[in-house]
């Protein structure tokens, strides 16, 4: 990857070299995982749309034009700040199991699918983004959807979704539909053509159609039929039939049963921050309790990224992600202690075992309620080689954020039914992946129930400093990875005080000291992988801290985050976007 650098001067330091500027506006500001969603999204906010209507419309686009990494049949986890109320909402977008996926369904295998019919959740991300859109944007569907039929009809491939699919080809057309859809003519499309997905747009068409007939009825009753259409009408029915003509467990009563849902996050504050999470369905508390941990400690008076601060924050991180395994799972099926996993006495008591010069190989899940069963040993039940191939682990996920003229905040990272995916009959619907995220462990926090969420990875992020309204939404794709990364872009900003762009293109690192959600679901005591850009001299020392360190190449971390904010004195919006791979950041 070639990048030229640009020379800016940042808050906090003499100046910073960033391959990227940041990019600033009065009015808007977007940062997605392309080109086309980001555009999708001004475009809706220069026609007078809402972030919430500019959120939308840029996640129906991704969902057109990122298909590498998430498709329309897959799920999201969505935050959105509304300026008029103060108010923070929560979007629980993410698919639950097919009420016939039982744990006897998949006796004697260790692990669930990871790709193909089997491995379907009920698809949600539709009818997260209705219902956000019915309930506080201003647009109609026929309105935000418009640049995601246009691209339907037709895009031009860039370079790395054209290099993904080329890399997938062999998987893709082992999936029922794939070939038809993704390789056009039997091979992949190549940067620069022209790729139409006209089931796709068909299908699209086809739910503005069933608002334009309800249109008579007022906005949101015509919203509302859109998703009768998409979830009780046709579409359902053609998911389901193929579904279960392909030997899947996913029906039309599943998505007919199925609604996305408005909660109220959970939030936790850090140094005069508070920091907005969704629930404990996914992994987003993890990061609030890993700053709870931190808070012990100095972070500031740490150079940034040096090895006193990546062992601290790592060691951190770790206890959090042990309570991450222990307790988090679908609260309408387990009890969570979520008032005490966040509370500030259990941070202190959970940063008091952190050893400031050695690692600990250890998995630690905490006891934050008194008298509860300490669990399983999860090392022992998860560790073992499930035989998988290496192409297993899932490339997907993208992520959206939106600042608008108001002041209101999107953030969403939408995710599954990436390549390769079983297309749904002739809808052009590529179904969602998720139910390998399900554990098949007896006693289990996150073992496999009908009509259970799966422990969901994806985590979008609202920050505002104490005092004030909410003034940052950033979000990243990365599995496991996304709440570390976020954790060190916000310890980069509130800690080290780098700019936007500086804070994204940092050097980073990750653990792997936790239970993957994907793949084998193995846990690596001690691992950890840092950019090499770290330094010689940084990684020798986290070595002689006991750390087993894999070094990735200078750009070679996993996630890629991009970043939106408004700065509460001047006004200014600002967007800035990793180079990592390919985010993409505009303004006005």
């Not at 698919?95 to 669930?112: C, I, Y």
């Not at 246009?150 to 082992?174: K, N, S, T, W």
């Not at 390789?183 to 940067?191: H, N, Q, R």
């Not at 009509?451 to 940052?472: D, H, N």
């Amino acid at each position: 990857m070639i990048l030229v650098t640009m020379t800016l001067t940042v808050p906090g330091s003499e100046h910073a070299d960033t391959f990227r500027p940041v990019v600033r506006g009065l009015r808007g500001a977007v940062a997605a995982g392309g080109p086309l969603a980001v555009e999708a999204g001004m475009r809706t906010l220069r026609a007078g749309g809402n972030a919430v209507d500019a959120g939308v419309a840029a996640t129906f686009a991704a969902a057109v034009t990122e298909f590498s990494h998430f498709g329309l049949g897959a799920e999201a986890s969505i935050l959105y700040y509304l300026e008029a109320s103060d108010r923070v909402v929560a979007v629980n977008a993410d698919g639950p199991a097919p009420m016939l996926a039982t744990p006897e369904r998949f006796a004697g295998q260790k692990v669930l699918p990871g790709t193909g019919i089997l491995a379907a959740t009920v698809p949600s991300v539709v009818d997260g983004l209705l219902l956000a859109l019915r309930e506080d944007g201003s647009m109609s569907f026929e309105q935000v959807i418009a640049p995601a039929i246009e691209h339907a009809d037709g895009f031009p491939v860039g370079e790395i979704l054209a290099r993904i699919m080329a890399q997938r080809a062999g998987p893709i057309r082992e999936m029922s539909g794939g070939a038809e859809t993704f390789l056009p003519g039997g091979k992949p499309p190549v940067a620069g053509e022209v790729f139409k997905q006209p089931a796709l747009a068909a299908t699209l068409r086809g739910m503005v159609a069933a608002e334009r007939a309800a249109a008579g009825r007022g906005r949101k009753e015509a919203i509302d039929a859109v998703r009768a259409h998409f979830y009780r009408g046709p579409i359902a029915k053609a998911i389901g039939e193929a579904s279960e003509k392909l030997g899947g467990l996913l029906r039309a009563t599943d998505l007919e049963r199925y609604q996305a849902k408005l909660e109220t996050p959970v939030s936790a504050t850090y140094r005069g921050w508070e920091i907005y999470k969704v629930g404990f369905w996914s992994q987003g508390p993890v990061m609030l309790q890993t700053l709870g941990i931190l808070e012990a400690f100095d972070i500031a008076a740490m150079k940034q990224n040096s090895a006193s601060y990546v062992h601290t924050v790592t060691e951190a991180m770790k206890l959090a992600f042990a309570d991450r395994d222990r307790w988090y799972a679908d609260p309408s099926f387990v009890r969570v202690p979520a008032t005490e996993l966040l509370s500030k006495e259990y941070a202190r008591a959970r940063a008091a075992l952190i050893d400031p010069e050695r690692a600990s190989a250890e998995v630690r899940p905490g006891q934050p309620v008194a008298g509860a069963p300490h669990g399983r040993d999860p090392i022992a039940s998860t560790s073992a080689d499930a035989g998988l191939p290496p192409d297993r682990t899932p490339l997907g996920t993208t992520c959206i954020n939106v600042v608008d003229a108001a002041g209101n905040l999107w953030s969403a990272t939408p995710s599954g039914a990436w390549l390769p995916s079983v297309i749904a009959g002739s809808t052009g619907i590529p179904l969602s992946q998720r139910m390998q995220a399900f554990s098949l462990a007896e006693g289990h926090p996150n073992r496999l129930a009908p009509g259970k969420l799966p422990r969901y990875t994806l985590t979008p992020t609202l920050a505002r400093r104490q005092g004030e309204r909410p003034s940052l939404a950033f979000s990243t794709p990365g599995l496991d990875v996304q709440d570390q990364t976020l954790l060190q872009v916000f310890l980069n900003i509130a800690d080290f005080g780098l700019g936007f762009q500086e804070a994204l293109e940092a050097p980073r690192f990750d653990t792997l000291h936790l239970e993957e959600t994907f793949d084998q679901h193995r846990i690596r005591p001690g691992e950890l992988r840092v950019e090499s850009r770290l330094g010689a001299e940084v990684i020798e020392a986290l070595r002689k801290r006991g750390h087993i360190v894999e070094v990735l190449e200078d750009w070679g971390h996993l996630s890629a985050p991009t970043l939106v904010a408004i700065d509460r004195t001047t006004g200014v919006r600002s967007a800035a976007a990793d180079p990592r791979r390919g985010r993409y950041a505009n303004a006005h």
